[in-house]
């Protein structure tokens, strides 16, 4: 079974300021991992993913992440947020052949 | 390409009455997931088809199911409706196992 922790329910964080959002995660076997980013009203858009190779991961947006596989831990970060970047943030896994688990999110709120 | 569409994007129905919720999934994608999110629980996977077979499921009552078609587009019911089952209902289809592309999700409001 795999599980995901998002240790931070909200980060509140001014423009222009660097952010990082953690993720942690349990699982007997090999993992995906991902980070999507949902908007009000929308569903869930890809930001970004870890499959295999390097383990620092670059995405849309800005938003880049790093798989730690000592510590169990994909952190999310942004060098220099937008206000456009207010949103919610989910970490999920997926073992291989298994479902997707998603961490409980991340309100990010980008205050001017 | 278009995206993932899902029908109706709200819904209000009464206790006791049953739902179908649909989803059409990116042309060539053949599996789609469903997923429940409330603000209590989160993100919940309900069930994953893919040619049309029922290939994964989460731990959800014998009163929601689906179905896929041949042309990959899936539906997913809920019988005997009970408040708990308002929430936000995402599907999303993929091409590889490891890339979902979500759909805006339908809002089902049980009053």
């Known amino acids: 079974a795999q599980s995901v922790t998002q240790l931070d329910s909200q980060v509140p964080v001014f423009e222009e300021a660097p952010v990082e959002l953690r993720c942690n995660y349990s699982s007997s076997v090999s993992v995906y991992l991902f980070w999507y980013v949902q908007y009000p009203n929308q569903g869930l858009q890809l930001l970004l993913k870890y499959l295999s190779g390097s383990t620092l991961v670059k995405g849309i947006n800005g938003f880049e992440a790093e798989f730690n596989k000592s510590q169990t831990s994909f952190h999310l970060r942004k060098p220099s947020v937008h206000i456009s970047d207010t949103a919610e943030y989910f970490c999920a896994v997926m073992g291989y052949g298994q479902n997707f688990v998603f961490g409980p999110g991340t309100r990010l709120s980008v205050l001017p | 390409k278009a995206g993932v569409t899902q029908t109706p994007r709200y819904l209000i129905k009464t206790r006791g009455q049953q739902v179908t919720l649909s989803c059409s999934p990116i042309?060539?994608?053949?599996?789609v997931s469903w997923y429940q999110q409330t603000p209590g629980q989160g993100l919940q996977f309900l069930f994953e088809?893919?040619?049309?077979?029922?290939?994964n499921k989460g731990n959800f009552p014998g009163r929601f199911s689906g179905r896929q078609f041949s042309n990959s587009r899936s539906e997913m019911n809920v019988s005997t409706l009970e408040l708990g089952d308002s929430a936000l209902y995402l599907c999303?289809?993929?091409?590889?196992?490891?890339?979902?592309?979500f759909g805006p999700g339908t809002r089902l409001t049980v009053t």
């Open positions: 042309s060539g994608h053949r599996s």
């Open positions: 088809y893919f040619s049309e077979t029922q290939r």
């Open positions: 999303a289809s993929s091409l590889e196992p490891y890339e979902q592309y």
